[in-house]
């Protein structure tokens, strides 16, 4: 080809105006020209794939010959503007915008080529099987196809093809990167089918490296690729999981799990879980699971990591996907169990701490973690607040197991009863005070002294899971007892949320047989008061010994002692108006105790009362040696002057009563006269007199009901002298407008009547 540069050159190396017009327009057109034949090439190449080696050939050394001469006539043309500058600025600019557009189009066939030939020596690095020049000339086009994108002016029909080209042998190099990969990463795992348990987890092996090298070259090579490529990132994160769940977790989580590791001829490094002997402990322990761990990842490292991404090894980019998960479930599956449940076990967890230190230390060292403190090691050495967490965690599951255990289990409480109060260390603050008596030396004691059992607990029952939880809360605080502050701390108000647990919880929980029984009522009420006398000095014991701020008044109970009290009486309260209302309705079925000459009539007013002096022995036999004496019979008196108040009632509105009638209410009130303090026994071993001698105490209407029986049977004379001009019994019980009315329904209206009515003033 003829150099049309060098001829328009020739005479005095000067170009002439009108010479250089037509020159750039024979060179336009046959930039032009060359533009359709590459354009055409490669259509026919990447968009309708026809061979044509030789012509593109011809056509790449086309393009490189006007290129040169294009880049020689810009360096002419730019000189002589220069040169020429005063004379023909416009001409000059027009020409060189006509030959930037030139400039132009051949930078784009120069990108054309370039992204050619890369993808010619893609496929020849595709075919050698070396994958990092082929992921790199796989750039390199990508790199001309996106320059080719970035000009506006590009119109080029083909940048669709090149970019579908270009994304399909992306494919293509990364289905071969995964393909080596797995023939060099080889996972045995079980089906997917099968559940996940310790006898699954010892199908896991995970086959390594071919060759002597370590890690193999060609395993190398793949993962440059792949990191150039952007997949490399995805493909660790698929095997960190997979990792994570079928061998790291397992081996955290079962201390009969362990791995092995072999070295196979021809098949590369095996790592396989197997089970060891059953270990008798449920969970492993620490040492157990760091070494398993090291085992793995070390492996992993001098078989497949050990290769620099870029600044980092592959380790590290293993590592920052797995550390956060794999040392949360060693904190919570190893390290959580391993915390001591008894505080003069702490001194001994330092061993763990150490442990812990030196894997981490060894992760550090096989670069899978970067910086100084984690989470792991920071939980390890938070021992203190941990055990405290834990401890108090235990005693609050405890505790709400008693609390929702069945009640009716229970012991006796005697007054003498004491609590069992471990032996605690001396306060140190406390002064050593020696004691001197002489024998002048007066004494201001009173002579009158308190009885021995003042202040101490009556006797009754309580339910045994009562007296466990007090012992659960002194075994607490004796924990606390030496503890750090925090863990004090944590303890003692662990201590009191146990007795708010038991507020809150067992009047909830146990709501619906509390009204149903009264047995199980009156164990509450005892089991409250039990729990508010021992509040009111349980501070006390500990608060010296106990560090500060708890040593300074803080650590008291007394403030839930009414608390307790109210809650024990409400329940024992309610289970009364149950009661009440039992007997009220029974005697309700009476008839109002009207015409007992009646058969009917007296049949249901003798069942009546039959049936309530029936109930109060079946509260008698079940309040017996359970409730404390004094509130047992507070409470039979009660109900039983419940009772007769209804029927002194019913009788007093009574308006004419027949002297069989008489006979019958009689007979009846007798029934319960004779009865009603049969049910003041309330210790099986008690003098039975010594109780229903005191039935007036307790029965507030006692003395109402008895003379209310003899006035039943009495004359009009035995009344009146009763009466005493307001001055007898009988005045003392009822009033005279009262009396007057039963006197009215008990006798005719004769004069002896009309002149008893009138000494009753």
């Known amino acids: 080809m003829a150099s049309f540069v060098t001829e328009v050159l020739a005479s005095s190396g000067k170009l002439e105006k009108e010479d250089l017009s037509s020159k750039i327009s024979k060179m336009s057109r046959k930039v032009e020209d060359t533009k359709e034949e590459v354009c055409d090439m490669m259509n026919k190449r990447y968009s309708d794939f026809l061979p044509s080696l030789q012509q593109s050939e011809e056509l790449m050394v ?21 040169q020429n500058i005063h004379v023909a600025v416009a001409d ?15 930078t784009m066939l120069e990108h054309l080529k370039e992204f050619h030939s890369a993808m010619e020596e893609f496929n020849k690095a595709l075919l050698d099987k070396t994958y990092v020049d082929a992921a790199n000339q796989l750039e390199r086009a990508r790199a001309n196809v996106d320059s080719l994108k970035a000009w506006k002016t590009s119109q080029l029909p083909l940048l669709s093809a090149l970019s579908s080209e270009l994304t399909v042998q992306r494919e293509n190099l990364i289905y071969h990167l995964g393909d080596e990969w797995k023939s060099l990463i080889i996972w045995r795992l079980p089906s997917s089918k099968e559940p996940a348990g310790l006898k699954s987890f010892l199908k896991v092996e995970l086959n390594l490296s071919h060759g002597e090298e370590k890690p193999p070259a060609l395993l190398c090579c793949v993962l440059q690729a792949l990191a150039i490529q952007g997949d490399l990132q995805h493909k660790i994160k698929l095997f960190s999981q997979v990792l994570l769940k079928t061998m790291l977790k397992p081996l955290v989580m079962y201390p009969s799990l362990s791995v092995r590791v072999t070295e196979q001829q021809g098949k590369g490094t095996i790592m396989a879980l197997h089970c060891l002997e059953e270990s008798p402990n449920e969970k492993s322990t620490p040492s157990q699971v760091y070494s398993k761990l090291l085992l793995v990842l070390s492996t992993l490292r001098s078989h497949l990591l050990d290769v620099s991404i870029g600044d980092k090894k592959l380790s590290a980019i293993l590592g920052e996907l797995i550390w956060e998960e794999i040392s949360q479930c060693i904190i919570h599956e190893c390290l959580l169990y391993s915390i001591p449940t008894n505080s003069s076990q702490l001194e001994k967890y330092i061993t763990v701490i150490k442990e812990t230190e030196e894997f981490e230390k060894s992760l550090k060292e096989m670069q899978y973690l970067q910086g100084d403190s984690t989470e792991l090691l920071k939980y390890a050495r938070d021992v203190n607040c941990h055990f405290a967490s834990k401890k108090c965690k235990d005693v609050i599951v405890a505790a709400r197991k008693l609390m929702t255990s069945k009640m009716h289990n229970t012991i006796k409480i005697t007054p003498d009863y004491k609590l ?8 140190a603050s406390e002064p050593k005070v020696k ?9 201001m004691e009173n002579t009158k002294q308190l009885s021995a059992w003042s202040l101490c607990l009556p006797a009754c029952r309580i339910s045994e899971s009562v007296q466990q939880l007090m012992e659960l809360a002194l075994n607490t605080l004796c924990e606390a007892v030496g503890s750090s502050t925090q863990c004090a701390l944590q303890l003692f108000f662990t201590v009191r949320n146990i007795f708010q647990l038991f507020y809150d919880v067992v009047p909830t929980y146990h709501k619906e047989n509390l009204l149903k029984f009264p047995h199980l009522a009156a164990i509450q009420h005892n089991n409250c008061m039990y729990l508010a006398h021992h509040l009111l000095t349980l501070g006390h014991h500990f608060s010296a010994r106990l560090p500060q701020p708890l040593s300074e008044g803080v650590a008291t109970f007394v403030d839930m002692v009414p608390g307790f009290r109210k809650l024990g009486a409400q329940c024992f309260l309610a289970q009364m108006n149950v009661q009440r209302a039992e007997l009220l309705e029974r005697l309700s079925t009476a008839h109002n105790f009207c ?6 009539n007296y049949i249901a007013a003798s069942k009546a009362v039959r049936q309530v002096i029936h109930q109060l022995k079946q509260l008698g036999t079940v309040w017996q040696d359970v409730l404390p004496v004094s509130i047992y019979c507070k409470a039979m008196g009660n109900l039983l002057n419940t009772a007769i108040t209804e029927v002194i009632a019913k009788i007093m509105m009574l308006e004419d009563i027949s002297s069989e009638d008489g006979e019958h209410l009689h007979t009846l009130c007798q029934t319960i006269i004779e009865e009603g303090p049969l049910v003041f026994i309330p210790l099986a071993d008690e003098n039975k007199n010594k109780y229903q001698e005191e039935v007036p105490l307790y029965v507030r209407k006692w003395s109402s009901f008895k003379e209310l029986v003899i006035v039943l049977r009495a004359s009009l004379q035995e009344i009146v002298d009763r009466w005493a001009d307001g001055k007898g019994p009988l005045a003392f019980e009822f009033s005279s407008s009262e009396l007057k009315n039963l006197i009215r329904a008990l006798f005719q209206n004769t004069e002896r009547r009309a002149v008893a009515l009138t000494k009753i003033k």
């Open 420 to 427: 069992r109060l471990p032996k605690l260390p001396a306060p």
């Open 435 to 443: 004691q001197e008596t002489t024998k002048d030396e007066m004494t």
């Open 595 to 600: 015409n007992l000459d009646d058969e009917d």
């Open 92 to 106: 000059y600019a027009k020409l060189k915008q006509q030959l930037e557009k030139n400039t132009i189009v051949i």
């Open 62 to 82: 086309q393009v490189d010959e006007v290129s040169k001469e294009m880049d020689f006539l810009k360096n002419s043309i730019e000189t002589e503007v220069q």
